[in-house]
């Protein structure tokens, strides 16, 4: 069998060509993230085109995608920005970037927001600067890259913060919106919705969308022929029939994370033992805790 040049990347190769590659290769495609289209994610990107579209207001529409973790949300932010990388602009210094993606900063206050903020622009700073200092430069700069929507991933430890840190925290980020121009994203559990929809101010102007687990039903069938036509093992796979379909959804119980990491697992050790599909039975040897039991264990642990 071939073996993955230097010169190559997944990227460039066919799942058919994948499929060709000696096991060690296959196991290392498997083993990557790689995006793959469903009808939810599609809605939303759709959502996503249309606010990095948006004339330019005084009050900025905004949208916040929670669910709860391992649903999908930063795959999907992440797609949303690799469709809109940054892009080089004749006769300027500066690249444009019209969709700028930051993580959350652990402590959700507004000094880490704006490091946050910079550090994805790449910006040196002081961590010792006045935080209206790092204000400025980083609404200088987001102006000079012309950025035109901000994502805000993982803004979930918002929840945890004093009412008055809270305040000053969507007050950054309102701040910004405001500033710019521009729509702001964030992505998040449904308590950071919660606590959006708790400001008055951000309420109005900030739409929910809700990404949840999937119900063993035809939209979770369909799911599962998309994963398969992904398959790199050898033999047929067939994943959404009446004995596997069922023990798919109850394992991963419908955490769209958990499937995929569960038939990564599979499909593993698919290749390592030359069984090169995936059976009930495989499936069921795989060593797999479902979701709410690996809380409960964490939480009895704690």
Excluded at 9 to 32: G, P, W
Excluded at 229 to 244: D, F, K, M, Q
Aim: neutral net charge; aromatic residues 6%; contains cysteine.
């Amino acid at each position: 069998m071939a073996t993955l040049t230097e010169a190559t990347t997944f990227k460039n190769l066919s799942i058919r060509e994948i499929c060709a590659l000696d096991d060690i290769t296959r196991i290392a495609y498997v083993e990557e993230d790689y995006w793959f289209p469903y009808r939810r994610a599609n809605d939303l990107l759709r959502i996503l085109e249309k606010l990095l579209k948006h004339p330019k207001t005084y009050r900025m529409p905004c949208l916040a995608i929670v669910g709860r973790g391992n649903c999908g949300k930063t795959m999907l932010l992440r797609e949303f920005e690799k469709r809109h990388t940054p892009r080089d602009r004749p006769l300027r210094e500066t690249a444009s970037v019209p969709v700028l993606y930051v993580q959350a900063p652990p402590q959700a206050d507004r000094q880490e927001l704006y490091n946050a903020i910079l550090d994805a622009l790449h910006i040196p700073y002081r961590v010792t600067e006045n935080p209206g200092r790092k204000l400025s430069v980083l609404l200088h700069i987001m102006r000079q890259v012309n950025v035109q929507i901000l994502m805000l991933d993982e803004v979930s430890q918002v929840t945890a913060l004093q009412k008055r840190q809270m305040t000053l925290f969507l007050n950054s980020i309102k701040h910004i919106c405001n500033e710019l121009c521009i729509p702001i994203v964030i992505g998040g559990t449904e308590a950071a919705a919660t606590a959006v929809k708790n400001d008055a101010q951000f309420a109005s102007r900030f739409d929910v969308e809700v990404l949840r687990a999937w119900q063993l039903d035809n939209d979770f069938l369909r799911l599962l022929k998309t994963l398969e036509e992904r398959s790199v093992l050898l033999g047929e796979v067939n994943l959404a029939t009446p004995e596997i379909a069922p023990l798919l959804h109850g394992l991963s119980e419908g955490i769209l994370g958990d499937l995929v990491r569960l038939l990564r697992l599979a499909t593993i050790k698919a290749i390592e033992t030359g069984i090169e599909t995936i059976t009930a039975e495989l499936i069921r040897s795989i060593d797999w805790t479902p979701p709410s039991i690996r809380k409960s264990r964490l939480n009895n642990t704690l």
